[in-house]
């Protein structure tokens, strides 16, 4: 029987907006066939060692809507999450039962804004931690957004190589804190 999701509303602490994205110039494969790439391939753009995907629900290795996949996450952080909406330039995936985090994550890649030539290649999510003791080690001590930072930094490297083009410049990283008092946004990179 499948878990139940773990929308953003039903966890604890700040909700926390995060974006990390990559440009990519003059990739040598369209942005449809990269995103079906990666969405055949969902687990070799994770660093195995911090967060291993596995799917634990859905026939074929390519993403389909209601696929499950347990991840393995360094520390004591495993959860599961859901393929809730798919196209050719996105897919989105929501936190199940006992994930670490409550809420959702949208993978999405386009024509950049202004470069022409150039990808760009988003993960984007939208969450809170799933309880108090999590919100404690993941936003007070660190420990989590270490790791998730690390993972997802990796994740756009590892799209850019594959892409076969020119990475322009670092994996950006950029954090919206929401807590009851204020908002924060922090760029780390």
């Known amino acids: 029987m499948s878990k139940s999701e773990q929308p953003a509303h039903t966890g604890s602490g ?19 066939e990269l995103m079906q790439h990666i969405q055949c391939n969902l687990p070799d753009f994770s660093p195995d060692l911090l967060a291993d995907f596995k799917k634990s629900k859905g026939a074929s290795h390519c993403l389909e809507v209601n696929d499950e996949y347990r991840i393995k996450i360094l520390g004591p952080w495993n959860g599961d999450v859901r393929v809730t909406e798919l196209d050719f330039d996105y897919f989105e995936l929501v936190t199940l039962e006992n994930h670490p985090e409550a809420g959702r994550i949208r993978f999405s890649l386009g024509p950049h804004a202004s470069l022409p030539h150039t990808l760009r290649f988003e993960i984007h999510s939208w ?13 007070t001590l660190g420990l989590g957004k270490k790791v998730q930072q690390q993972t997802w930094e990796t994740f756009c490297q590892r799209v850019a190589s594959y892409s076969g083009g020119l990475q322009l410049g670092p994996v950006h990283v950029e954090t919206v804190k929401q807590s009851e008092s204020e908002t924060e946004v922090i760029h780390d990179a």
């Open 14 to 32: 700040a909700h926390f907006e995060r974006r990390y994205w990559v440009d990519v110039q003059q990739p040598r494969q369209s942005a449809a």
């Open 127 to 139: 969450a809170r931690s799933r309880d108090g003791l999590v919100a404690f080690t993941y936003d």
